[in-house]
């Protein structure tokens, strides 16, 4: 699959510490470097390129209005020459203007508002609007959910298969954040195609497990049959965890910003409190719970940093 390099790879491996015996890793995927980082710039690099192939001059995507998908997308479109529109969804909160949304502004997108319950006609109108306007308009789906997502991790994963070799670690298993699915799937498809033992643990910051590993296995089996791969792996081998979620998507509680602050203060590292933030604190509870030993554990830092600043109250709670 073509693919446009605008990202900072590989991104680095730190250790971070032993807990309970085994050894705590970091990949430091917020790193990719591209407009703040994260997982999205991966997948963005081949969107990218298919959307410049195929002579597209603007690019649409989907989200909510503190998006880390929205901001790459449009940091993307910006450094291509591109017209950005981001369709948003509609909230009763009052719209915090610091975080992702700050760069929409900063990267000029045109902002398209829509109930949650048209989301499919509101990308409809958009797309015969802006062809009727001239563009030829190029559509990514919400967190660059779709098979060139889903490459980007694979490859991802082959990234860490090398940095196994120059480090001499095997990783018996990777945590992640895991939310659209596209990011694991990658990874699952990595491990599959590379006969690796290691175990991928996605923590869910929103779905329910049924959902969530249906979305997963989906993409696997969508992608496995675009590039004539075998699948397998069943659909109850993946381990999707949504134990974390807690009341949803975004809510914040006190274990997650303690743990935030945790991270912080023994490395240096920041985490988000909608992502890595709760997916890190799934992590060690797991491992206390599951009574892993000795094991080396990849944490993957999907990104995200914006977020912590737009629930920074959280963090004042006693």
């Not at 017209?83 to 760069?103: H, P």
């Not at 559509?139 to 090398?162: D, P």
């Not at 933030?277 to 509870?285: D, P, R, W």
Request: with cysteine.
């Amino acid at each position: 699959m073509d693919r446009l390099q605008f990202t900072n790879l590989p991104t680095p491996i730190s250790f971070f510490e032993k807990y309970a015996s085994n050894k705590i890793y970091i990949k430091r995927d917020d790193l990719t470097d591209f407009s703040l980082g994260g997982n999205k710039a991966r997948k963005l690099e081949y969107f990218m390129a298919d959307a410049l192939n195929n002579n597209c001059d603007c690019l649409v995507t989907y989200g909510g209005h503190q998006s880390n998908h929205n901001r790459i997308t449009a940091a993307a479109a910006s450094k291509y020459g591109m017209k950005i529109v981001l369709i948003l969804s509609k909230t009763d909160e009052e719209i915090n203007k610091n975080g992702n949304y700050f760069f929409y502004s900063l990267y000029d997108a045109e902002i398209v508002w829509t109930e949650t319950d048209k989301v499919p006609q509101t990308i409809d109108s958009t797309l015969s609007k802006l062809i009727k306007r001239g563009y030829n308009p190029y559509f990514i789906q919400g967190g660059g959910h779709g098979n060139l997502g889903t490459h980007a991790y694979r490859v991802a994963y082959e990234e860490i298969l090398k940095q196994e070799v120059t480090n001499n670690i095997k990783y018996d298993y990777i945590f992640l954040a895991s939310g659209t699915g596209t990011t694991q799937a990658g990874l699952e498809v990595g491990v599959m195609a590379n006969s690796s033992h290691t175990k991928i643990a996605g923590i869910s910051v929103a779905r329910n497990k049924t959902r969530g590993t249906d979305v997963i296995y989906e993409s696997m089996k969508d992608y496995c049959e675009h590039q004539n791969i075998e699948m397998k792996i069943n659909k109850q081998d993946i381990w999707f965890d949504d134990s974390y979620v807690g009341k949803g998507y975004a809510d914040i509680y006190s274990d997650i910003t303690d743990t935030i602050k945790y991270v912080a203060k023994k490395s240096a590292i920041i985490l988000d409190p909608v992502y890595t933030g709760k997916a890190f604190y799934g992590m060690l509870n797991t491992v206390k719970q599951k009574n892993i030993r000795d094991k080396n554990i990849l944490f993957i830092h999907t990104g995200g940093i914006p977020l912590i600043f737009t629930h920074a109250e959280a963090f004042e709670r006693k």
